[in-house]
Nanobody
Framework: QVHLVESGGGLVQPGGSLTLSCVAS????????MGWYRQAPGKQRELVAS???????YYVDSVKGRFAISGDNAKHTVSLQMNSLQPEDTAVYYC?????????WGQGTQVTVSS
């Protein structure tokens, strides 16, 4: 069993910042990729950012220049620094880890951007 536990969500005003963190526990693998998805009400879950084991990063266009993903392969952690947050960033954010053909998910953490 692999467990992903997220932390760091909350309420922030537009223009503010939050950092999300995720740590894996249980039967831990050297994941191929760790990253973050989000799902807003009435919308499909989308990949926000990911980090491969060799350190390469991916960002969806809407967060480029505002979000930064980082992680520690040895500690099986991944973080998402979110700056210049906007109301459209409001969503439940999910940590994701992939080991070859298997995907693992955290329980989600709410991020609300509102004045």
């Amino acid at each position: 069993q692999v467990h992903l536990v997220e932390s760091g969500g909350g309420l922030v005003q537009p223009g503010g910042s939050l950092t999300l963190s995720c740590v894996a526990s249980g039967t831990i693998f050297n994941f191929n990729t760790m990253g973050w998805y989000r799902q807003a009400p009435g919308k499909q879950r989308e990949l926000v950012a990911s980090r491969s084991r060799d350190g390469r990063s991916y960002y969806v266009d809407s967060v480029k220049g505002r979000f930064a993903i980082s992680g520690d392969n040895a500690k099986h952690t991944v973080s998402l620094q979110m700056n210049s947050l906007q109301p459209e960033d409001t969503a439940v954010y999910y940590c994701n880890a992939i080991f070859f053909g298997s995907a693992y998910w955290g329980q989600g953490t709410q991020v609300t951007v509102s004045s």
